[in-house]
C-alpha cells in the first residue's frame, strides 16, 4: 500500500521542500514492491504492468470465449480459439503462483492480456471475413517445386477437397 502512496506524493514532494526528488521516490517505491515480490515491470517497453494480472486475464479470457460465439461451431478458427482460451482459463483458475502460469504459457500475463485485447478486436473481423465459406468450385494455386537435372516446375490448378 505505501508504493501507490508514494506514487502520488512524489510529485507534490518538491513543493513542499522536504527535499526528496521524485526520481528517488519512484526508486524507493520501485525497492519496496521489489523486496514485497511485486512485480514493478514486464521488461517490455509500451507494457505496463497490471496490478491484478491473474483476475483481469480470466475477465479477457472469459471475454474472448464469449466474443467468438459469433463464428459457427463448424468452423476451424472458433474450435482452435476455444481450445487455447478453456486451457489457459482453466490454468488461471488453478491455484498456481503467477510465476508458473508465465512459465506454462511462455510469456508474462500482461502479455496475454494484450493478446487477449488483440484477439477480440479480430473476432467480429473474422465474422465479417467468413473464411470457413468456400465457395463452389473454388481452386487454390498449389506451387509444386522439384529440383531434376536443374529445372523446376510451375503453379498449376489444384481443387480444392471436398
Known amino acids: 500500500m505505501r508504493a ?6 512524489a510529485p507534490l514532494l518538491p513543493s513542499l521542500g522536504l527535499g526528496a526528488q521524485p526520481a528517488s521516490v519512484a526508486a524507493a517505491a520501485a525497492a519496496s514492491a521489489a523486496a514485497r515480490g511485486v512485480k514493478t515491470t514486464t521488461g517490455i517497453v509500451g507494457l505496463p504492468v497490471v496490478e491484478d494480472a491473474r483476475n483481469e486475464l480470466k475477465r479477457q479470457l472469459q471475454a474472448v470465449l464469449d466474443a467468438v460465439a459469433v463464428i459457427p461451431e463448424t468452423a476451424e478458427y472458433r474450435r482452435a480459439v476455444e481450445k487455447t482460451v478453456r486451457f489457459k482459463l482453466a490454468a488461471v483458475e488453478g491455484d498456481q503462483p503467477d510465476e508458473a502460469l508465465e512459465e506454462l504459457f511462455s510469456r508474462q500475463l ?16 473474422m465474422a465479417e471475413w467468413k473464411p470457413w465459406e468456400v465457395p463452389e468450385g473454388h481452386t487454390i494455386p498449389m506451387m509444386e517445386e522439384q529440383y531434376a537435372e536443374g529445372t523446376e516446375r510451375g503453379a498449376k490448378q489444384v481443387p480444392t477437397p471436398q
Open 4 to 9: 501507490p502512496l508514494l506514487r502520488v506524493m
Open 110 to 125: 500482461e502479455e496475454e492480456i494484450k493478446m487477449c485485447k488483440e484477439e477480440l478486436g479480430l473476432i467480429p473481423k
